[in-house]
């Protein structure tokens, strides 16, 4: 069965910097989507970044990256130029592409120093 | 365009006692899912509907939980009767159809307290 780690329940940063958060993944399929939610306080989950493992080039949004290691079943998310609203909860998950079912990691709870 | 609509946003019962949540998935929205987030936790999925059929509802307590989708739109998930390990947040989200590229929307969940 495939499962989603975040090794990391809590990270702090400072306003404007950079944070890495960590993710790793088990499975044995080769047809998968990976994706990083934002939780904030207020509970409505938001779609933050996806990458298709069958891409080799790390995807990007705005200030949002990923750092894609398939070999590694890696997927790390760096947030660049940190602000106030980056501050909530961010869950790992992947996506088989056969089975369609979502799988969310722990979460990692992210604080926004001013 | 409306999101993912769900009620009540709060509900405190007792244990043994039933509840029920509602769920408006966003217009067009063909795969509904309903996922239970128990505090500190990532979400689990309960339930997956593709139109108003089930697709997947393995991780489903079927001895206390039902969900059903009439008509292919609203939702309601209902427990009878609660638990007190049946604390949590209670999520329901939507997208356009199955396919990994396909993101789901969520609600604001509904927060449901035992006694």
């Known amino acids: 069965a495939q499962t989603v780690t975040q090794s990391q329940p809590e990270m702090s940063v400072q306003e404007a910097e950079t944070v890495t958060l960590s993710c790793t993944y088990d499975?044995?399929?080769?047809?998968?989507?990976l994706f990083w939610y934002k939780q904030p306080p207020s509970r409505q989950m938001i779609l933050v970044i996806r990458q298709e493992a069958y891409k080799q080039q790390n995807a990007t949004e705005n200030r949002f990256s990923v750092n894609f290691q398939k070999a590694a079943k890696s997927f790390s998310l760096k947030i660049s130029d940190s602000q106030l609203g980056d501050a909530a909860m961010y869950f790992c998950a992947y996506c088989s592409g056969r089975y369609d079912k979502v799988i969310f990691g722990p979460g990692t709870s992210l604080s926004v120093i001013p | 365009e409306a999101g993912v609509a769900q009620s009540p946003r709060y509900k405190i019962i007792e244990k043994r006692q039933s509840v029920a949540f509602w769920c408006n998935p966003i217009?067009?929205?063909?795969?509904l899912y309903w996922y239970q987030q128990i505090l500190g936790q990532g979400p689990k999925l309960l339930i997956q509907f593709q139109n108003n059929g089930v697709v997947d509802d393995s991780q489903l307590p079927k001895d206390r939980f039902s969900a059903e989708r009439l008509k292919g739109v609203d939702s309601t998930l209902k427990i009878q009767p609660a638990k007190l390990e049946d604390s949590a947040v209670y999520l329901c989200?939507?997208?356009?159809?199955?396919?990994?590229?396909?993101?789901?929307?969520f609600g604001d969940g509904t927060r449901l307290s035992i006694l």
């Open positions: 499975t044995s399929e080769s047809d998968y989507y």
């Open positions: 989200a939507s997208s356009l159809g199955t396919g990994s590229n396909q993101p789901q929307h």
């Open positions: 217009s067009g929205h063909a795969t």
